[in-house]
């Protein structure tokens, strides 16, 4: 399958530079997977699509401070550091700029000296693996020496760094913010609940993968980044009984739905508690096993985000409602505007 058939164009001013006032401000584009009509309603609309006894998967990962700016003590020379994944016993995997300054044995510091890191080795990739070093807590560290790594399509500085958290971001570990959550407030979610809709969490750090562009020409020969997930016990439970009353479930963003769907997968379409590493790449032709619905924000051309709604509601049809949101002039990417497929 060829990448370009994923490919739009997208005027560049359409690219959310900052969250609107009101999080739940935003508009909402439905998509009824099996018509393909299109309706334009309001994210404060969503509760109307959603019945009583359908379950609503949120991803609680929480974004980390991880963009660090240190120094080489023997040189002055600047070098950022980015927070990919934990490996244990204060190893990471980074990304590091300038690259050509950090060698297996550099040292970096950060800040007043509380923080420092020593580059262990480098990765295929050209990340590197570095040892923290540190006294007391290295997250209460990070958060005072971190800030937050926005994507690079956003220019604008956020005043406010918990615009880029979910409200029921919980679980510290994510490079990137799973935004589709962005739209909510605890007020919504809280009516979504007394509806009688199930609220569910499973847990998914967001590597900096969701943003790399798919640079092979098939999608086949794409190769994901792979990203940590947990799934508790009650969400599986939740999901399961949903699925053998016949009762929907709705997934709120794409880490949302390749956590569920990598365990359904494995399971044969049942959900089991547990933790792992993920790397499902869906796109057309994916069967999905435990989703039926996603809400979703409005992604990158020609990336494997805009390739798993696509498998979800057809590749066409996803791109005809792409053109129209365009047309409209629905704000894009992560401080942008929602689309639900039901």
């Given at each position: 399958m060829d990448v370009q058939l994923f490919d739009f164009d997208l005027p560049e001013h359409l690219?959310?530079?900052q969250p609107l006032q009101e999080r739940t401000a935003s508009r909402l584009l439905v998509l009824h997977k099996e018509t393909g009509e299109l309706e334009h309603?309001?994210?404060?609309?969503?509760?109307?699509y959603l019945a009583p006894g359908d379950v609503l998967v949120l991803n609680d990962s929480r974004v980390l401070p991880a963009?660090?700016?240190?120094?080489?003590?023997?040189?002055?020379?600047?070098?950022?550091?980015?927070?990919?994944k934990m490996l244990g016993e204060d190893r990471w995997e980074v990304l590091v700029k300038p690259g050509r300054r950090v060698k297996p044995s550099?040292?970096?510091?950060?800040?007043?000296?509380?923080?420092?890191?020593?580059?262990?080795?480098?990765?295929?990739?050209?990340?590197?693996?570095?040892?923290?070093?540190?006294?007391?807590?290295?997250?209460?560290v990070l958060e005072q020496l971190g800030s937050m790594p926005l994507p690079p399509y956003i220019?604008?500085?956020?005043?406010?760094?918990?615009?880029?958290?979910?409200?029921?971001?919980?679980?510290?570990?994510?490079?990137?913010?799973?935004?589709?959550?962005?739209?909510?407030?605890?007020?919504?979610?809280?009516?979504?609940?007394?509806?009688?809709?199930?609220?569910?969490?499973?847990?998914?750090?967001?590597?900096?993968?969701?943003?790399?562009?798919?640079s092979a020409e098939r999608v086949e020969e794409h190769a994901m980044h792979a990203e940590y997930y947990e799934i508790p016990a009650r969400t599986a439970e939740l999901v399961n009984q949903a699925k053998a009353d016949g009762r929907r479930v709705f997934a709120v963003g794409t880490t949302s739905c390749r956590t569920l769907e990598t365990v359904g997968q494995q399971a044969d379409g049942q959900l089991v508690a547990g933790s792992g590493w993920t790397d499902i790449f869906i796109y057309p032709g994916y069967q999905f096993r435990i989703i039926d619905g996603l809400l979703t924000n409005f992604h990158l051309p020609k990336s494997t985000l805009v390739m798993l709604v696509s498998a979800l509601a057809g590749r066409e049809q996803v791109l005809h409602a792409y053109r129209e949101a365009i047309k409209q002039q629905y704000r894009f990417f992560s401080f942008g505007d929602a689309m639900l497929i039901v």
């Open positions: 690219i959310a530079q309603r309001q994210f404060r609309d969503l509760i109307d963009r660090l700016i240190g120094v080489k003590p023997d040189t002055g020379a600047k070098v950022e550091l980015l927070l990919l550099t040292t970096i510091v950060f800040g007043d000296g509380r923080l420092a890191c020593t580059c262990e080795a480098v990765t295929e990739a050209g990340g590197r693996i570095v040892r923290f070093h540190y006294e007391g807590i290295f997250y209460e220019h604008a500085q956020l005043e406010d760094p918990e615009r880029y958290q979910t409200v029921y971001a919980r679980e510290r570990g994510s490079a990137a913010a799973p935004t589709a959550g962005l739209h909510f407030t605890r007020e919504y979610l809280q009516q979504i609940a007394d509806k009688g809709v199930e609220l569910a969490y499973v847990t998914l750090h967001v590597g900096l993968g969701t943003f790399r562009p798919v």
